[in-house]
């Protein structure tokens, strides 16, 4: 980021109290290419050039880890072809973005049930991890075939196994045991939140994650979000109160 544009953030960010980490949902892209009168697929070619640019960005203004919501598990339901073209985009940009990752030091970590998924899919996504888990630019979560109820099924079943397995006690289960066996353990919990498109709902993302995550839902289309649509959230995040249901003063 240039100095010219750090100068300006500066006087309407306070660079010392963004959030760390930062979740997405980017909903928007098929409204987006309606309008527009194109395909479908348009929408979500352009919402991926967003998801760069918004990465870029993270990792300049110093936030340390993005979570994006790129294909749920609800999302099996849409037409073939659009669930086709959305499995072949995301190899594509693995496979063309890698080298670029890796130079800005992206580690990228994919959340969720990938066994479904393509195989040729799958190699491209453990190789893509195992090349990029040392970077410590900003930490890249991108979550396919993603659920929070199937991701807290699994992680109680996995709790379950341990306990039959005289491996862990039933009365040492806490909120940290069931943190640890979820997919995003790696991670701190969101900061911020940021929903695109207008739509007042959580979507099956992150339910036990966002128990105090600030939300900020913006009209604008996902294609369309940009640095100062950006620039607004991270705005209206500093003006909040986290009290993490505290009684404070």
């Not at 309407?12 to 309008?35: S, Y």
Request: hydrophobic content about 40%; proline content about 3%; overall charge neutral.
């Amino acid at each position: 980021m240039t100095a010219q544009l750090l100068t300006t953030l500066a006087t309407e960010l306070n660079l010392a109290k963004l959030p760390h980490h930062v979740a997405v949902i980017m909903d928007g892209n098929g409204r987006w290419a309606k309008q527009k009168g194109l395909p479908r697929i348009e929408g979500h070619r352009q919402g991926a050039k967003t998801l760069k640019e918004m990465l870029r960005y993270c990792k300049d203004l110093g936030i340390k880890i993005l979570t994006a919501y790129a294909f749920s598990t609800e999302n099996w339901g849409r037409p073939t072809g659009e669930v086709n073209f959305l499995m072949a985009l995301f190899e594509r940009l693995l496979q063309k973005e890698l080298k670029e990752m890796e130079a800005e030091e992206v580690c990228i970590n994919f959340i969720g049930d990938l066994s479904p998924l393509p195989t040729s899919l799958q190699q491209e996504m453990r190789h893509s991890m195992e090349r990029t888990k040392n970077n410590q630019g900003v930490y890249f979560n991108v979550a396919i075939n993603y659920g929070s109820r199937h991701e807290m099924v699994k992680a109680c079943q996995a709790i379950a196994e341990k306990v039959q397995l005289g491996e862990l006690s039933a009365d040492s289960i806490n909120e940290e045991t069931i943190a640890q066996h979820l997919y995003t353990s790696a991670s701190a919990d969101p900061d911020l939140l940021i929903r695109t498109s207008g739509e007042m709902r959580l979507s099956n993302f992150l339910l036990w994650q966002l128990a105090y995550t600030e939300i900020y839902v913006t009209d604008t289309l996902w294609p369309d979000f940009n640095h100062q649509q950006f620039d607004r959230a991270l705005q209206s995040y500093q003006k909040r109160d986290r009290r993490f249901g505290k009684k404070i003063g």
